[in-house]
């Protein structure tokens, strides 16, 4: 049973501490996206990779969060420095762009306090 | 501003009822999709329907699509307890490269209570 697996699941930081999640996605996905959820914000696209290539980063903060896909199993998400603010849950989501509909498989999230 | 809109934020129902849920969007689309996410997990994709579909069955689920009111609605018939959870639409963006962008709303809470 193919699953996107996220680490760490949790992840408790004190301000300005650099935090690194890290996604390895369904084998055989040419696609990898980061989302932040939040209560008032709900769930927002941060990244967006095609064959590892980074497509869209616009919605990610750019002084602070970096996203990299160092090879084809391993997606990061750097944020450096943390701020209170950043406290949310993380997901990464991988997907197969072929045809052009993409159906989205999700991660558990890594659920990020900043104190 | 988000391009879904689900209504209502919240529902709670008996089980054995039916359970409507809606979703509206701004823009074009290529496709629209529900995804369900139950507290403290990640989303699960339920159902997909094209541009050029009006309505799609999976199961209990019935989606519905109206692209020119720019409106969807999920029905889960007969609900069961194990159906409450957060239901979310998303709406397929064409983006750079051919593929998509999906921008999510910000869910309905659906509780059915036994």
């Known amino acids: 049973d193919a699953r996107v697996t996220q680490t760490p699941r949790d992840k408790v930081t004190e301000m300005g501490q650099e935090v690194t999640m890290r996604c390895q996605p369904i084998?055989?996905?040419?696609?990898v996206f980061w989302y932040r959820q939040t209560m008032m914000q709900g769930l927002e696209l941060l990244a967006y990779?095609?064959?590892?290539?980074?497509?869209?980063d616009s919605g990610m903060p750019k002084d602070r969060f970096s996203a990299e896909m160092p090879d084809a199993t391993l997606a990061t998400l750097k944020i450096q420095p943390s701020e209170p603010r950043d406290s949310a849950v993380y997901f990464c989501?991988?997907?197969?762009?072929?045809?052009?509909?993409?159906?989205?498989?999700f991660g558990p999230g890594t659920r990020l306090t900043v104190l | 501003s988000q391009q879904g809109e689900e209504d209502p934020q919240a529902l709670s129902i008996q089980e054995g009822e039916n359970a409507t849920m809606n979703c509206s969007y701004k823009t074009s689309i290529n496709n629209l999709q529900w995804y369900r996410q139950n507290s403290g997990r990640g989303l699960v994709h339920l159902i997909l329907?094209?541009?050029?579909?009006r309505e799609k069955h999976s199961g209990r689920l019935r989606v519905t699509l109206d692209t020119s009111k720019k409106s969807s609605s999920l029905l889960i018939t007969a609900s069961r307890a194990a159906d409450t959870a957060s239901y979310f639409c998303a709406t397929a963006l064409q983006m750079q490269g051919g593929s998509e962008k999906l921008v999510f709303g910000k869910g309905t809470k659906l509780t059915v209570n036994p």
């Open positions: 329907i094209r541009s050029n579909e």
């Open positions: 990779f095609r064959n590892r290539a980074p497509l869209d």
């Open positions: 989501a991988s997907g197969f762009s072929g045809a052009g509909t993409d159906t989205q498989y």
């Open positions: 084998l055989g996905h040419n696609t």
